[in-house]
């Protein structure tokens, strides 16, 4: 055990990074050496293997009938239905087996494997009538909702779980009836916000907790009538908010910004979060002990870890998009749910324990290495099955032969046993996967990384209705709108109100939306900061700061410093914990 930090230089960017003590008694304990690759590095390489939300048409391997696939055409990965791929009663992932060929790289027979085993067609499990959602479970009456769970009656978002009749959000948990929201919890009738717990009938809100009847707020704790952080009486606040005309999209726009440059304002908490323990990063809450980590719900024990928003998982290091009772997981995307003891895999959910490099497996698996659609069988190295005590030997000797003959990617990467998969094996392209959301991104960025970019599909429908010819007001449309084919007033593609979304917009008074589905999206992940961690120093007391207005504990400007997901070119105000609590009314 080292007791001493490390200077690693990444294989990949070339800068310095730190493994610290506690990182190698993590290593130490799963058996695998330090990483390579800094940490930023390593989250860009999981993050490439995720599209979360672009669905493609693709064609089923079984049948030949025509399938809505998160796997495009161009990747040249088979898919079949998420039945048949579930009940593996028309194939048998074994019949795919190969056996181990010393004369080659490991990972170059694992991608070959993993070419040539069908796909699922959108890792979706135990859906009710929501065939148009992916990477999600337990949906019901849902429509292109996206990495979101045991959620009912919704649309239109990501980062949606245990939450009813809710439409074009993201990160929302334990909420019903809101709309065009980010990051809220236990919210109802919560409406073009931010950050806010506990909140009902909360409109153009940041920050917020066990607020009602509010509109325009910023840092308000159990308030009433408030419009713009400005007490009002209930009667006062009822015909104010009437003569808002809420019902028409000119005044939604005007509201949106100005409610925006209202917020600038007021001091932010340098990380988003609540009732944690010992946490760094951003947007984690009712946690302990999690470190560098992003998008974070009901966990402990976590570091570099990235979207585990339904709880609860501990003790796993370097994995990005996990959940439900996950544990000791390294190196690993999309994998959870009641796993246990995964390592360098890709989407491995839904049970499964002792998995490594392997791909699409879980489901009662145990003692896979290197294997791909194995769901209930053990002890199997590319989809071969070996007794017990020979599968053990032959992991052994396969950890070796990939030091001793390692993978080199196609940028010179070198590929020994302890490394995450390289980007070239992804079957998407760099700007179809949520890398974008977090880092600018370009054509030559992508190939730089080593993989390949796509441009957009063009629209296959015949536009009916540009968005600037809707009606101002809900009150002034019909449902003879989700005939309608809208062109989008930003990107000038195809959009549709579908009939769940207009009765629900029409009964929230809401005005219809402008812009296509992927143009909200990006709208609303626009305001979500990003996953790169800055240090920096309080704001408080500094110029251009707000008027200090409560007992702050320090002279002139506070020497507070941390680390925060706000870039130093960032218009916010930022403060420290003590500073921001001292704030908020």
């Known amino acids: 055990m ?8 990444c294989q990949n960017c070339k800068a310095s990074f730190i493994i610290e003590p506690d990182d190698f008694d993590f290593y130490k304990k799963i058996d695998v050496p330090p990483p390579t690759w800094c940490p930023e590095c390593r989250m860009k390489r999981r ?25 495009p ?8 239905t998420e039945k048949d791929w579930w009940s593996q009663e028309k194939w048998n992932p074994l019949s795919y087996g190969k056996e181990f060929d010393p004369s ?70 334990k909420s019903e009836r809101c709309y065009e929201s980010f990051w809220l919890t236990n919210c109802y009738e919560t409406f073009f916000s931010s950050q806010c717990n506990d909140c009902v009938s909360v409109w153009f809100s940041k920050n917020c907790r066990g607020c009602t009847n509010c509109f325009g707020c910023v840092n308000l704790v159990n308030k009433s009538h408030c419009i713009f952080n400005e007490q009002f009486s209930k ?50 809450t009712h946690s302990k002990n999690v470190k560098n980590s992003y998008l974070i719900r009901e966990s402990k024990d976590l570091k570099y870890v990235q979207y585990s928003q339904v ?20 190196e690993t995307t999309v994998c959870g749910w009641g796993g246990a003891n995964f390592k360098f895999c890709l989407e491995c959910w839904d049970g ?58 196609v940028k010179d990467r070198v590929y020994t046993y302890g490394e995450f998969f390289p980007p070239e094996f992804s079957p998407f392209a760099y700007n179809q996967t949520i890398i974008t959301e977090h880092f600018l991104s370009s054509k030559e960025e992508a190939e730089e990384f080593g993989m390949r970019w796509q441009e957009p599909h063009s629209s296959e429908y015949e536009i009916t209705l540009k968005s600037e010819d809707i009606p101002d007001s809900i009150k002034d449309i019909t449902e003879k709108i989700v005939d309608e084919i809208i062109q989008c007033n930003k990107c000038k593609r195809a959009y549709r109100i579908i009939s769940s979304e207009f009765k629900f917009l029409s009964q929230m008074n809401i005005p219809l939306p402008r812009i296509c589905v992927d143009c909200r999206h990006e709208a609303r992940i626009s305001q979500r900061n990003k996953s790169k961690i800055y240090s920096r120093s309080c704001m408080c007391g500094s110029t251009g700061s707000p008027q200090v207005t409560g007992n702050h504990n320090h002279e002139g400007k506070c020497e507070v410093e941390f680390e925060t997901s706000y870039a130093p070119d960032r218009p916010e105000i930022v403060y420290c914990e003590k500073c921001y609590q001292s704030e908020v009314i």
């Not at 998995?355 to 896979?368: D, K, T, W």
Request: charged residues 25%.
């Open 311 to 330: 709880p609860s998982s501990y003790d796993c290091m370097d994995s990005t998009l996990i959940g439900c009772q996950s544990e000791l997981f390294y």
């Open 73 to 80: 055409p161009e990747s040249g990965h088979l898919v079949i």
């Open 2 to 9: 080292s007791n001493i930090n490390q200077d690693v230089i």
């Open 352 to 409: 499964g324990q002792e998995l490594e490099y392997s791909m699409f497996c879980g489901r009662l698996a145990a003692n896979l290495f290197g294997c791909v659609g194995i769901i209930k069988q053990q002890y199997c190295i590319l989809n071969k099955q070996y007794e017990k005590d020979e599968y053990f030997k032959m992991v052994e000797k396969i950890k070796q032969h990939m030091n001793d003959m390692p993978y080199v990617d």
């Open 47 to 71: 993050m490439v293997f995720r599209n979360e939300r672009k669905l493609f048409r693709q064609t089923d391997f079984l049948t030949g009938e025509k399938i809505l696939s998160i796997v």
């Open 104 to 173: 080659k790289p490991f990972l170059t027979q694992l991608f070959e494997l993993f070419k040539e085993v069908p796909k699922i067609q959108s890792a979706a499990t135990r859906m009710v009538n929501s065939d148009y959602s992916g990477n999600a479970s337990d949906l019901k009456n849902c429509y292109l909702l996206f990495n979101s769970n045991l959620t009912e009656d919704s649309a239109y978002g990501n980062g949606i779980d245990y939450s009813k009749n809710c439409f074009d959000n993201s990160h929302i948990q």
């Open 235 to 284: 009667e006062e606040y009822k015909i104010k908010l009437e003569e808002m005309n809420l019902d028409k999209w000119s005044f939604i726009t005007t509201a949106n910004k100005k409610s925006k440059d209202f917020w600038l304002k007021f001091p932010n908490k340098f990380m988003q979060g609540i009732k944690n323990i010992d946490v760094s990063g951003e947007y984690i």
